[in-house]
């Protein structure tokens, strides 16, 4: 009996856990400011006011919903000269030629890519996969300057 070929896949999803702890951050602080908004109109912290029974289950759906989205439909796609980002359904894709400079002490500390392309002076920043292989590939495959010769070309960027 034959196997049947998997076929291989060039997605790369991000952490799930920090993709977790954002919404759950992004909920509880929504909460806050709804409760104090409804809650403390009416001068007491307990017995709960109607509106809390209604705004709850409403944000900690749309928070489930989000999360759900997040970590179904933001990946990384690997091709053979770029690699794109597929975020909620945005698509951008970066040609390794392109990227210039990555700094490495920074992404490595905040586990995050921040590198700049030759076309904009903008610093992009783009989260770490789970592991580390769109990071690699970048510092693999870019013609990147040195942190100096960075400095010299580009004075005004900051980390």
């Known amino acids: 009996m034959k196997k049947l070929k998997e076929k291989k896949t060039n997605k790369y999803y991000l952490p799930k856990t920090r993709i977790i702890l954002i919404y759950l951050a992004l ?5 806050i400011i709804f ?3 409804f809650q403390l109109s009416n001068g007491v912290f307990y017995p709960f006011h109607i509106s809390f029974y209604i705004y709850t289950p409403i944000l900690l759906g749309l928070a489930i919903m989000f999360t759900v989205m997040s970590l179904t439909q933001t990946y990384y796609v690997l091709e053979k000269t770029r ?3 597929v975020k909620l359904g945005k698509v951008y894709a970066y040609n390794f030629k ?4 990555v700094d490495e002490r920074w992404s490595s500390k905040h586990k995050m890519i921040a ?3 030759k076309d904009s002076s903008k610093i992009k920043y783009l989260a770490f996969d789970k592991k580390h292989v769109i990071y690699d590939k970048i510092l693999e495959k870019s013609p990147l300057m040195s942190e100096e010769e960075f400095k010299i070309r580009y004075p005004n960027i900051k980390f």
């Open 83 to 85: 690699f794109v980002h």
């Open 27 to 31: 909920f509880l602080v929504m909460e």
């Open 115 to 117: 590198f700049i392309t």
């Open 98 to 101: 392109d990227i210039i400079y």
């Open 35 to 37: 409760y104090i908004s």
